[in-house]
């Protein structure tokens, strides 16, 4: 239990990767404090809200004293340019980079020795579809957070991010194309990303950090043109 008695901090913790994470941490001997908007057995809240923010970070402290890990790794709001409202695009923002920048913030004089914070971008913040502008912005944002908080938390807390290609939060298994267009031949699950999540907590990566690692399944490198390996483009 390598994690016996870490203090883990777990934003939108309540399902898919986070949920994964909240699990695995609490296998290993962890104390997992959760926040999430949905309803249930942690502290519930909205993490666009400065308030919120403030009194969780608080109730963390009182119950524990310090912080090991934040892991951020809430869903920011997916839209696009043609709907996505002045406000909606905001709250992204405010959900994918302010919450986690906030948190470190609060936490900066809390973190043990050795900390670590994990921030959960996607392989979005190095490519787009269309329609996707709320959600890539926050993803991008994140990605650059991460080696901005590495140089000042230097010599005090690590900083890295995992940037997450396709993965399943149902565990379904994929066959035909969409299994194969990876070069991994299979979509990801959340283990992909909690097995990441624990290692770049630990010691073993205790030489890692401000970096951005992409478990895709190597979609990322796949290198596309028309007509070439039998892919077609048909148009945006």
């Not at 403030?54 to 709001?77: K, T």
């Not at 986690?100 to 973190?111: E, V």
Request: aromatic letters at 10%.
């Amino acid at each position: 239990m390598i994690f016996k008695d870490k203090v883990v901090v777990i934003t939108g913790g309540a399902q898919g990767i986070g949920k994964c994470c909240v699990e695995c941490f609490r296998r290993e001997g962890a104390k997992v404090a959760v926040i999430d908007i949905r309803q249930g057995p942690w502290f519930v809240g909205d993490l666009a809200d400065k308030a919120t923010l403030e009194r969780f970070s608080s109730d963390v402290i009182a119950q524990n004293g310090h912080v090991d890990v934040l892991v951020n790794n809430a869903l920011p709001l997916f839209k696009g340019i043609a709907d996505c409202s002045y406000e909606e695009f905001a709250y992204a923002q405010a959900v994918g980079v302010v919450a986690p920048f906030y948190l470190a913030k609060l936490f900066q004089n809390h973190f043990a020795p050795g900390a670590s914070i994990i921030n959960i971008s996607s392989s979005r913040d190095r490519m787009s579809q269309p329609q996707s502008e709320s959600y890539t912005a926050a993803k991008g944002g994140i990605a650059a957070l991460t080696h901005a908080l590495a140089a000042s938390f230097a010599g005090k807390v690590r900083v890295n991010s995992i940037s997450p290609g396709w993965i399943d939060t149902s565990f379904r298994q994929y066959e035909g194309p969409d299994a194969t267009q990876h070069f991994a031949g299979r979509v990801g699950t959340p283990m992909d990303i909690a097995n990441m999540v624990l290692y770049l907590a630990s010691d073993k990566a205790g030489f890692i950090t401000g970096e951005n690692i992409c478990i895709d399944g190597g979609m990322t490198r796949n290198m596309i043109y028309h007509n070439d390996f039998g892919w077609q483009f048909n148009g945006l």
